[in-house]
């Protein structure tokens, strides 16, 4: 019987571990958080212990990824934004060292698992939704109501709103869940196709399957790149109230 290609999302207990009733098991999804942020960690210090005038290939990298992410920061939050650098960097850093530890062959996507995508999104809509009431109390719910809108449409708008709103972290999460998840699963398929070909027809997959891993380490950085965009847009929303501001003056 050949192996379901969403085998490899299954999660098995290592080590049993229940507290009150709650399940704190380590599997293989917690112990690869562990070395995405191992491998994350060890990367940051030596690049940053080695600083030169003439920075090496390490430095150089880490240096490009400050200024990518202090970018995408000012370019959607301002300079005020910059006070959300140690968050906004934390997210790219995991969830790209997440997409690409994924693809060694063997090792486990932790971005393939709904819970942790949907922790990352409703933790940043959390954040924003704080920051929006305590820099503008009661003023912030009305991002509710888009500037401009007549009196009369208010009562249609603000439902409208608040399911874009509600919808905001669910897309979040299952963009970035769904993307890893199919590409992985597209991978498996074609291997399997490829195994089970033979020499006669199964290179046919096997460049598929060349093709498609080699896309992935696109994707990776893609799906990186929009969920921390999106992040960053959302926190500037909340931070600048955007649109409003500019339709009270």
Request: proline fraction near 5%; aromatic fraction near 12%; charge should be neutral.
């Amino acid at each position: 019987m050949e192996e379901s290609p969403l085998h490899q999302f299954e999660l098995q207990r290592w080590v049993p571990i229940s507290i009150g009733g709650l399940d704190l098991s380590i599997n293989k999804a917690v112990v690869f958080m562990w070395v995405v942020i191992a491998v994350a960690a060890v990367l940051m210090v030596m690049a940053g212990s080695s600083r030169k005038l003439v920075p090496g290939k390490l430095q150089s990298l880490a240096e490009m990824m400050v200024d990518f992410i202090r970018t995408m920061i000012m370019e959607t939050m301002g300079k005020d934004g910059m006070r959300f650098f140690p968050l906004v960097a934390t997210l790219f850093v995991f969830i790209l060292f997440s997409n690409y530890i994924g693809l060694i062959p063997g090792a486990y996507t932790v971005t393939s698992q709904i819970i942790v995508t949907a922790a990352f999104s409703f933790l940043v809509y959390g954040i924003s939704l704080v920051v929006g009431f305590s820099l503008h109390g009661v003023k912030f719910l009305g991002i509710l109501i888009p500037p401009g809108t007549p009196g009369w449409l208010v009562p249609l708008m603000v439902p409208i709103e608040i399911i874009s709103q509600i919808a905001r972290p669910i897309s979040l999460a299952v963009r970035l869940f769904a993307n890893m998840t199919a590409g992985h699963v597209m991978l498996a398929v074609l291997f399997g196709l490829t195994i089970s070909g033979g020499v006669l027809i199964g290179w046919l997959p096997f460049v598929f399957t060349v093709a498609i891993y080699l896309l992935e380490f696109g994707i990776a950085f893609i799906q990186a790149y929009i969920f921390t965009i999106l992040t960053c847009v959302y926190l500037g929303d909340a931070f600048h109230l955007h649109g409003h501001e500019e339709h009270a003056h």
